[in-house]
């Protein structure tokens, strides 16, 4: 692949593939990572039909392997790492109570099932039904089915959790992280 | 007479929201929600849904991406992505725990410089040395590098095996004798020591941060999986180097672009026997290109023997990236029996090809495109298979 078109690559997509990882992941290192891989793997492709779909492919594929080697164990660091990072640095944007809402947000995301999650996650970054039917291995008839399970369990989890509290909602894959 | 027509349904409505439905559909659903009061009752909830989900998931967004700032700018994602994309390709790099794109950014630099001023024999034992973190370039770095009598730093084990090293132990004074330079320090080029210099002084601070990201890789292998360390290492060291290896690469501008130019594997034809190349598997095979030549037609096969209930296949370049090994490809079957059964084939290495059906992990064929028995060892659900080229029909 040509350094031009490796260019043209990163700018239409690298920041949305970035923005999706972390979201599906919670952590934006591991997300960087993980573009970072895709990429490469784009790069020894001469060229790539249905770009965006391919890339969003790899990178859902990538993360759920790994995160089926490491899900219990990366949680667990994760924490840690956060500790370490708060210990060492503030950050200036976040306020408490934006924090909270991401608290929240994850734990509803969570609570979904894994296929809708990717599905809404892919959806925010402005994937079609077919992008996202191609990715994901559905029916393109089947997505707006996905998606409206999805964006309907998001919200009510969200709004159980805010009402309660920040209890855990039950529910989802929590072994298919 | 009365239609009762049904009320839209949640995945119809999200579809059209979304702009996904033909606009005959289209147009069905919004006649249908300003007719019916139920409808738009559950389009505007739908609208709530779509509208909230977004707003839930931006606040996602705040996560914070690390302790520098300026850590995940594009820029120097994409400085490292080209300098990984580079130097991965290095044969005499092996160790692929040693990800860390402060690391790779650091051997492509080294590397470049290697090839500019180091003769051939000199290049593997000194990278691969380093490699290993053996000898911090750093230490042997000294600003005066140009002066041949420069005071030496301490005891270089790796300089000893290059003929660079030997070199400057002839040629620098007493002092380099013992303790030989940096081996790039000694170039036979006069010219091209100042530039090295510079070049070497941003390497070695390049080196020791990747070093430093590499022990810690290696450190948490061996320990067991740390990824969040990792991590941090290298959004640390990604950071730093992604600037300094910025500039380097200017520099070594012409000695990367032949590095990448040598480095690019040789494009490979599906319907050529591809020549042999690096045996990891994991590496995405060269013959993954989809090529826009017209050459590269499908190829096709007649199998005999096989378990799965194909005979006749045909192998496509085209790419399926929904296993997480994106060196898949799609093939069909077009014998006598489940014609267009969705098959996925890869090539294993260079004479051997793997096919299975899609979308399952079951049993699978391996054949070889050179007549000989395919290897396939205790893995599951591989059975080996011999294989005749055919000519498409």
Redesign the interface.
């Known amino acids: 692949m040509k350094?031009d078109e490796?260019?043209r690559l990163?700018?239409l997509y690298?920041?949305p593939l970035?923005?999706y990882l972390?979201?599906r992941l919670?952590?934006?290192?591991?997300a960087?990572?993980v573009?970072?891989e895709v990429?490469?793997?784009a790069?020894?492709?001469?060229?790539?039909?249905s770009e965006r779909?391919?890339l969003f492919?790899?990178a859902t594929?990538?993360v759920?392997?790994e995160a089926r080697r490491?899900a219990r164990?990366?949680r667990h660091?994760?924490l840690?790492?956060e500790q370490q990072?708060d210990a060492?640095?503030e950050?200036p944007?976040?306020s408490a109570e934006?924090?909270q809402?991401?608290a929240?947000?994850?734990q509803?995301?969570e609570s979904i099932a894994e296929r809708d999650r990717l599905a809404?996650?892919m959806?925010?970054e402005g994937l079609?039904?077919e992008e996202i039917a191609a990715?994901l291995?559905l029916s393109v008839?089947?997505?707006?089915?996905?998606?409206?399970?999805?964006?309907?369990r998001?919200?009510e989890s969200?709004e159980a959790l805010q009402a309660g509290g920040g209890r855990r909602v039950a529910g989802g894959d929590e072994h298919d992280r | 007479m009365t239609d009762r027509h049904e009320h839209l349904?949640?995945?119809?409505?999200?579809?059209w929201l979304?702009?996904?439905l033909p606009p005959d559909e289209s147009a069905r659903v919004e006649a249908q929600s300003a007719s019916c009061a139920e409808c738009a009752a559950l389009v505007a909830e739908?609208r709530?849904?779509?509208a909230?989900?977004?707003r839930?998931?931006s606040?996602?967004?705040?996560?914070?991406?690390?302790?520098i700032p300026g850590s995940?700018g594009?820029i120097d994602?994409?400085a490292?992505?080209?300098a990984?994309?580079g130097s991965?390709k290095r044969h005499w790099w092996t160790d692929r725990r040693i990800v860390a794109?402060a690391s790779v950014v650091f051997v492509a630099g080294v590397s470049t410089m290697v090839w500019r001023v180091a003769p051939e024999s000199a290049r593997s034992p000194i990278a691969e040395q380093m490699a290993d973190g053996v000898q911090p370039l750093s230490d042997s770095v000294s600003p005066t590098a140009t002066a041949p009598t420069a005071p030496a730093p301490p005891a270089n084990d790796m300089a000893n095996e290059s003929s660079l090293a030997r070199e400057a132990q002839g040629r620098g004074a007493g002092a380099a004798a013992d303790r030989p330079a940096s081996p790039f320090v000694a170039s036979p080029v006069d010219a091209a020591r100042t530039i090295d210099t510079t070049q070497e002084q941003k390497v070695a601070a390049a080196t020791s941060l990747s070093r430093q990201a590499a022990n810690q890789a290696r450190l948490a292998d061996s320990v067991g999986?740390?990824?969040?360390?990792q991590?941090?290492a290298?959004?640390e060291v990604s950071e730093r180097v992604a600037p300094v290896q910025q500039s380097a690469q200017q520099q070594g501008q012409v000695g990367k672009q032949q590095g990448f130019q040598q480095m690019r594997p040789d494009?490979m034809r599906v319907t050529a026997p591809p020549p042999s190349f690096g045996t990891r598997a994991r590496m995405?095979p060269?013959v993954?290109?989809?090529?826009?030549d017209a050459a590269s037609a499908p190829a096709c096969y007649s199998l005999q023997s096989a378990p799965l209930v194909v005979d006749s296949i045909r192998l496509f370049n085209?790419?399926i990236?929904?296993?997480?090994d994106?060196s898949w490809f799609r093939a069909e079957n077009f014998g006598r029996s489940m014609a267009n059964t969705p098959l996925q084939w890869r090539q294993v290495d260079s004479v051997t090809i793997e096919l299975r059906v899609r979308?399952t992990d079951a049993t699978g064929v391996r054949f070889t495109t050179n007549n000989t028995l395919p290897d396939v060892r205790r893995e599951d659900g591989l059975t080996g298979v011999t294989a005749r080229r055919i000519i498409c029909p």
């Open positions: 350094d490796l260019e990163f700018r690298h920041a970035v923005r972390t979201r919670g952590d934006r290192d591991w960087e990572e573009a970072q990429f490469l793997r790069l020894r492709q001469d060229s790539l039909t779909s391919w492919a790899v594929n990538l759920r392997d490491t164990q990366r660091l994760q840690l790492a990072r060492v640095f950050p944007i976040t934006r924090a809402e991401a929240l947000a994850r509803a995301l809404l996650l959806r925010e079609n039904y990715a291995e008839g089947s997505v707006g089915t996905t998606l409206a399970r999805a964006r309907r998001l919200a969200y | 349904d949640e995945g119809t409505i999200h579809a979304d702009g996904a739908a709530g849904l779509v909230a989900s977004s839930i998931l606040s996602l967004d705040a996560v914070p991406a690390g302790v995940s594009s994602q994409l490292a992505l080209r990984r994309h991965r794109a999986v740390d990824p969040t360390r991590a941090e290298r959004r494009t995405a060269a993954g290109r989809a090529s826009a085209e790419m990236p929904q296993r997480s994106p979308s």
